[in-house]
């Protein structure tokens, strides 16, 4: 049982699609209407890194207490891990692509690793083989 999808609360589908396929270069899989458990209309919003399996359900936050979250779904922690195969030219990429890195690369016994963070304030580890 793969997991299919992660849900990843946002302020703005629009804002979130733009950084997660132009800054990151993933595919957005779905962008299609829906409806939410309260009935009201809502967009089902899919986006996933190339050749991936899971991806992110992208959820536009519905109220006070889901904008209180966004960005702080992890507590200030590293909330999703993203691995490539070449560390540095990935790095270079999307430093150029203007993805903001908090913590620059260093060598860990699981690998090379950089921390950056998405439109929301999430962090990201971008972690590639020694």
Known sequence: ???????????DHDEAIDFFVKMLGFILVEDAPSTGDDGQPKRWVVVRPPDAE????????????????????????VGFILRVLDFEASYEQLTERGVQFVRG?????????????????????????L
């Open 105 to 129: 690369p260093r060598t860990e016994p699981y690998g090379k690793v950089a921390i950056f963070v998405d439109i929301s304030g999430n962090k990201w580890d971008l972690i590639g083989p």
């Open 54 to 77: 899971t991806g992110l359900l992208l959820s536009e936050a519905n109220g006070e207490e889901q904008a209180a979250l966004v960005g702080r779904q992890f507590a200030s922690r």
């Open 1 to 11: 049982m793969p997991i299919a999808l992660v849900s990843l609360l946002v302020r």
